[in-house]
């Protein structure tokens, strides 16, 4: 349109309204008719895609416009709102999250963090911090609208961000908390961002810029067409309609390109420059022209509208298109091979390269292609009237013969010539005496000498003809096994691949199986005698003379093996391999071998390969829907290191906003971390290192998107995580949340104060009072007294309750201990070692209280025994072990000793005898029926009474009363008085040393029923 106005102007006219010079003007126009004469049409190589739908969850297939912002996060405008892609899944916002219209057709980030949105209603939006925010919620955005289509956003220099449509400019300053606008009613504007306080604009007739609300224009323009768009790169403003280029230097303020479009484009409807790259999106594919020469290079998705084009930060390219959603490719070198007529490619089965480099490919419906030059060509050379069916296998013999085989028949290609065997099979392969032996439900051998009676030259096929041929001449079956492959080795030893395993077949005889496996492909290494057998689901075989060197799983991390297709092997001795889900390499050699998984890898995905070849410096890919080139480099290449986000934090299983410094009550201690890397390319095969500084300082590795930390301690906590790619880049930096926990007020220094203070006292007035009942007890039962019978009883109580008031006096001495030991723990923070003394602590008072009769069971009287000595090993740690025996024919349950006779003597040989002891001490206590009595034997390794009485006099001039006490109460409740109640012995090692000491004690004892 534009370059019809030019043909219909005189030059020097045309030349003074748009400000050149005529020689100027008939370069421009060399420019135009250059560029139409270097149109490009192949567009045979396109880059392997994948298109994202409305079926993969964006929110319409109607995509205006790609964006990236800083995070890395991927942005689709659309008619139905705008999508968030992480590589993985789509969040869609709508107006129902906080938008103020669904149709949005751009978007620019600011220098804060703001992503703005530019709407169809001229109202503006942003998204910042996880959230939409509009009129409704941001005070500077109530009222301000552009009245209109909002065509650009952008920040100035100043902070300010604008917005502009056809008729307005609006200014939003955050800082200043201000907001205007400008309006132009007279003519449509566009406005882009310029160095300083300028802002570029045009209209329908000239070009310039806007500065202090005035117009300022330095050209004139032809008139242009709707849709307009811009881009600015640098210097260099680029700018559309919907046939032709304008191209304007933003320093100089001069127009310098002018052209038009080809015809075959159709409608422009985007431009962006990058790198020496320019593209247009226009109603029929991606238009890529050379940025300096404006040279047509490639032309992209033809047919489809584009309506904006993006390079993300990993070197991928996406298209988004109007009703066909978005086209990704993850490395625009990987192309997908097609003929011009080809909108539907086939399946490729198999492929084959010939020693020219030559890539054959085998087809559905009996077809056939080749790829060279990078021009892909298909043949349908067997006979009609056949069954169409898919071509299974293609060799190449040494005098360059191509044989292809399919269930078919047998077509063999030399120098443009084809000869068609009616021999259907899987496989077929020539012996050095020209043999053919052909696999499929059996293996045959047809001599070389009667391949002509197999040949059939007819263009037409009649099948029941040559079913009648089969009857009369059949093949000669060697065997019934099911056959995949057949291969030969240097001793002419016939190879059989077969779903049953792995076979050689030679004199006549079929072998027994060498591999049990379900085998798919066989290569046989000439060089090294190695034969190398690819099995369905067990790996990769390496045999020499029928028996296994070495074998590798092809797996991925933490899945089941892949379900191998189909290998290959390269130049430099590496195997590729197709599988269900995805490409695999093996390299090194047997013993020494390493495989790689490059699933997901540059975007390939875990897709079915059914074959895979390597020529010409690419690895080919036969795939259900057609034929895909990689280059081999790319393999090298790194992918750069992906960026990694906290997403989300779980609080006691409930989720919560990200604040800086979240600070967390001590019941909210079981968290969950939810973060995750981003990588287009690569997103599937990303790995995560994290840690949990303030509790680990060690790094831990997950392949998930999330970790949970439970039951943390109150404290400062700082949790990292890095995210690594499959070529080992990790982020640069780890993405960090610190946070607190709280103390409980329990663990507060002032309450444990209190508590102590509260547990003295309560335990001190408890022993007052308790000592005061018992003495105003005996002194009552003691008046009352006035038989010498009731004198011996008030004698033998008076007994009982002095060996009751010692124990209540050694209370506060044992408690008082008790206590310090409790707040060391809590000093020390050791809540759990403080927590198990307390509840034993208490155990002991309890039973204390509760054995105040005169006889308890002996199973009670342990039971004090053992809570004591726990203490005791608490109170004095790695100082004393201690055992409790019962004799077999005492039953502790019901037999009844005198309460607390045992426990003195246990005192006192740990204080008197084990603690004053350098090394581990032992204490031991037996209990045994002699003569109608239960003995108790108290035995200790301590210092003996010597050494213990020298070191009391130091320490405790007081003399002990309990064991005097015991003695006594025990000899006047005993019915034999001969042998004394107590007999202390003490113990001596070889050379005299004291060694212990033994305290023999005989006690009563009732029977209760």
Not at 767 to 777: A, I
């Amino acid at each position: 349109m534009l370059a019809n106005r030019f043909r219909a102007m005189p030059v020097n006219s045309l030349c003074h309204r748009i400000g050149m010079r005529p020689f100027q003007m008939y370069k421009y126009l060399l420019s135009i008719s250059l560029l139409t004469v270097t149109v490009a049409t192949a567009t045979g190589q396109q880059p392997f895609f994948k298109n994202y739908k409305v079926r993969d969850g964006l929110p319409s297939n109607n995509v205006y416009y790609v964006f990236q912002d800083s995070k890395g996060y991927l942005w689709f405008c659309t008619d139905l709102g705008v999508s968030r892609f992480d590589g993985a899944h789509f969040t869609n916002f709508t107006t129902a999250d906080g938008m103020s219209d669904n149709e949005v057709f751009t978007c620019h980030e600011d220098r804060q963090g703001r992503l703005w949105f530019a709407t169809l209603n001229g109202k503006p939006c942003f998204y910042q911090h996880g959230a939409m925010h509009s009129e409704h919620d941001t005070p500077l955005l109530r009222g301000f609208s552009l009245d209109g289509l909002v065509h650009n956003i952008f920040q100035e220099e100043t902070g300010a961000t604008v917005l502009a449509s056809a008729t307005r400019i609006g200014w939003l300053d955050f800082e200043k908390n201000t907001a205007s606008v400008h309006s132009f009613p007279e003519t449509a504007i566009r406005v882009w961002n310029e160095p300083g306080d300028t802002i570029g604009m045009l209209d329908d007739r000239h070009i310039g810029f806007f500065i202090d609300e005035k117009q300022v224009f330095v050209a004139s323009i032809p008139a242009v067409s709707n849709p307009l768009k811009l881009n600015v790169s640098k210097d260099t403003l680029y700018m559309t309609d919907m046939h032709n280029l304008l191209v304007y230097n933003i320093k100089q303020r001069k127009i310098i390109k002018l052209f038009a479009f080809p015809k075959t484009m159709g409608e422009a409807i985007a431009v962006r420059a990058a790198g020496s790259r320019l593209w247009v999106g226009s109603r029929n594919g991606a238009f890529l022209f050379g940025r300096h020469g404006l040279y047509l290079r490639q032309v992209y998705l033809p047919g489809k509208q584009v309506s904006s084009i993006f390079e993300d930060r990993e070197g991928s390219w996406w298209f988004s298109t109007l009703d066909d959603g978005v086209f990704y490719a993850p490395a625009p070198d990987i192309r997908q091979i097609t003929t011009p007529q080809d909108e539907h490619p086939e399946r490729v089965n198999c492929l084959s390269a010939d020693a020219n480099g030559k890539l054959w490919t085998g087809l559905t419906k009996n077809k056939f292609g080749t790829y060279e030059n990078g021009e892909l060509r298909l043949y349908d050379l067997f006979p009609k009237g056949l069954t169409l069916r898919s071509i299974t296998s293609i060799r190449h013999l040494p005098d360059g013969t191509a044989v292809l085989a399919g269930k078919a028949g047998t077509l063999t290609v030399k120098n443009g010539k084809s000869r068609f065997l009616y021999m259907p099979s899987t496989d077929v392969n020539f012996d050095q005496q020209g043999n053919l032996w052909s696999a499929l439900a059996g293996l045959y051998l047809i001599p070389a000498g009667k391949l002509d009676d197999y040949q059939f030259l007819q263009k037409q096929f009649n099948e029941r003809d040559v079913v009648d041929f089969f009857k009369k001449h059949p093949a000669e079956k060697l065997t019934d096994l099911r056959v995949e492959r057949v291969v030969f080795d240097d001793k002419n030893t016939v190879w059989l691949a077969s779903p049953s395993g792995l076979f050689f077949y030679k004199n006549n005889e079929l072998s027994e199986a060498v591999l049990p496996h379900n085998t798919r492909d066989l290569i046989i290494d000439h060089k090294t005698n190695i034969l190398w057998a690819l099995t369905e689901s067990d790996g990769l075989f390496a045999l020499r003379n029928g028996r296994a060197l070495d074998s590798i799983p092809i797996v991925s991390a933490g899945q089941n093996n892949k379900i191998c297709l189909g290998f290959c092997k390269d130049e430099k001795g590496s195997f590729w391999i197709a599988t269900a889900s995805g490409l695999c390499k093996v390299e090194g050699y047997p013993g020494h071998l390493r495989m790689l998984d490059y699933s997901n890898v540059n975007g390939l995905g875990a897709e079915k390969l059914n074959d895979v070849a390597v020529t010409d410096g690419h690895l080919f890919l036969g795939k259900d829907d057609g034929l895909v080139a990689v280059p081999l480099s790319i393999f090298s290449k790194k992918i750069p290191p992906p960026p990694v986000y906290i997403k989300g934090l779980a609080v006691n299983g409930k989720d919560t906003a990200l604040p800086q410094l979240p600070e967390l009550n001590a019941g909210e201690n079981s968290l969950t971390f939810n973060f995750e890397g981003l990588s287009f390319k690569d997103y599937k095969n990303l790995s995560y290192r994290y840690r949990l500084l303030g509790k680990e300082s060690a790094w831990h590795t997950t392949k998930n998107e999330a970790v949970e930390y439970a039951s943390l301690r109150p404290g400062k906590y700082r949790f990292e995580v890095l995210a690594k790619n499959s070529s080992g880049a990790e982020s640069l930096k780890p993405a960090v949340l610190d946070f607190l926990i709280a103390k409980p007020f329990y663990l507060e220094w002032w309450f444990m104060a209190i508590s102590l203070a509260a547990i003295i006292g309560l335990v001190a007035a408890w022993v007052r009072r308790r000592e005061r009942k018992m003495r105003q007890k005996y002194e009552y039962q003691r008046r009352l007294m006035s038989s010498e019978n009731e004198r011996l009883e008030l004698q033998k109580k008076n007994v009982d309750l002095r060996m009751l008031a010692l124990r209540l006096q050694m209370n506060p001495h044992f408690i008082f201990n008790a206590l310090n030991t409790i707040k060391g723990y809590y000093g020390q923070e050791k809540f759990t070692q403080a927590n198990s003394y307390i509840a034993k602590f208490a155990r002991l008072l309890r039973l204390n209280l509760d054995y105040s009769d005169s006889f308890i069971p002996l199973a009670n009287e342990i039971e004090l025994l053992k809570i004591y000595m726990q203490l005791s090993q608490i109170r004095y740690p790695d100082k004393m072990d201690f055992t409790v025996e019962v004799a077999a024919d005492i039953k502790p349950s019901v037999t009844l000793i005198p309460s607390m006779a045992v426990q003195p003597f246990v005192e006192n040989a740990v204080i008197h005898g084990i603690v004053g002891k350098q090394a581990m001490g032992r204490l031991s206590v037996c209990f045994a029926k002699e003569n109608g009595e239960i003995t108790a034997t108290v035995r200790d390794d301590g210092i003996g009474r010597s050494a213990s009485a020298a070191m009391s006099k130091l320490r405790d001039p007081h003399k002990p009363l309990a064991t005097p006490i015991t003695s006594k109460r025990l000899q006047l409740l005993r019915k034999i008085k001969v042998p004394p109640a107590v007999e202390i012995t003490d113990l001596y090692d070889g050379n005299g040393n004291a060694a212990g000491t033994e305290v023999l004690l005989r006690l009563p004892f009732e029977i209760r029923v």
